[in-house]
DNA sequence: TGTTGCATGTAAGGGGTTACATGATTGA
DNA sequence: TCAATCATGTAACCCCTTACATGCAACA
């Protein structure tokens, strides 16, 4: 069900194609939603259907024609009302959690070099979100709440403190895998 | 592909029935993984034809029988292998990121009011996991790492730690929501 | 010549949620 | 008497991932 105001959300910033959401999606903000371009294309022609987005057919550099996609009015209306709802919450599901959970059954040697890793990966996305929060002007985004740059604050933020966080506890796993390896 | 080895990891601790299973995944440890009953019960079945499970019947309160399910030592050693596996990143879809995202075309004030209510529904959580974190001894769960206290304080931890960058980010954006609603 | 990027779609299958269905016991 | 708790299962549907399918242009 979110699908679509996530992508009523990027059409709301500017005009885009099904594949240059699919990427950006991707690149970027993986941080907040993400979709398969399979998922975006039919998505989209729903949303036409429902006058939410109408688009524009140019040359393309395959056999079919390039859509442009832009917002309309319902669809700005529509993005407002969903906003205006409170978020549901769903529960998250994390193997690394999952597999901490069970660690007293499995090899502390070798899970603490997965833990390791995991720190080091999740390190990497916080250096990538620090990068692009320092292209949009950092706390400067936040002077005009009109502006996208104030949404992409926010969720950059998110994104970076909930990164540090997992960071900070795969270490800390990994540490103590360690430790229980030694022991033995 | 992993509710088969959250399955594992419970039955790994003790024996318990499907309902029990599907209990304790809402009411305790949401924090790593949840299933409905309905996914549950075929989920044991096939664990059961597997051979990594096996069931004792007894009466029932209902019209069908009560079933104990106990891993097997072919399911002892399946998760050992699944935990030698490093696990599977998928990105994280939340609504509240989403929706931070958009908010420069919200509604400031009322949107403000719904970060808030997450917060405190967040604090709420965390309060949970710490009163669960201090059942199981806190830091004495540690000292035995073949014993299942140490993987509930592994991702207990993980829980309050994520909870508690969960709630400060809510914080944030409200007080940032409610700056630009005042600034109108 | 082979790979990457741009660009759009369909199909199959897996995982998960919600709803349907049954029924005894215990407590308000 | 009504609701909640224990207890097990099936069916329909939605969301998402993976794979299939096509084809031009630019670059190495």
Do not use: N
């Amino acid at each position: 069900m979110s699908l679509r105001h996530a992508l009523l959300a990027l059409l709301a910033e500017q005009p885009h194609t099904g594949y240059d959401i699919g990427r950006r999606m991707h690149e970027t903000v993986g941080l907040f939603w993400t979709a398969q371009h399979s998922q975006v294309y039919p998505e989209l022609a729903k949303l036409v259907g429902d006058g939410l987005a109408g688009f524009e057919s140019s040359a393309g550099p395959g056999p079919k024609k390039k859509k442009t996609y832009t917002i309309t009015a319902a669809g700005r209306a529509a993005l407002r009302d969903w906003l205006s709802e409170p978020a549901g919450r769903r529960v998250p599901r994390d193997e690394l959690v999952l597999k901490a959970f069970a660690s007293w059954v499995g090899d502390k040697q070798l899970m603490a070099e997965h833990y390791r890793a995991a720190a080091e990966q999740s390190q990497r996305q916080l250096a990538t979100y620090e990068r692009i929060l320092a292209g949009i002007g950092g706390e400067e985004a936040l002077a005009d709440s009109q502006r996208p740059e104030f949404g992409w604050y926010l969720s950059l933020q998110r994104g970076i403190t909930a990164q540090r966080a997992l960071r900070d506890w795969c270490e800390m796993v990994a540490a103590q895998l360690d430790r229980a390896a030694t022991k033995d």
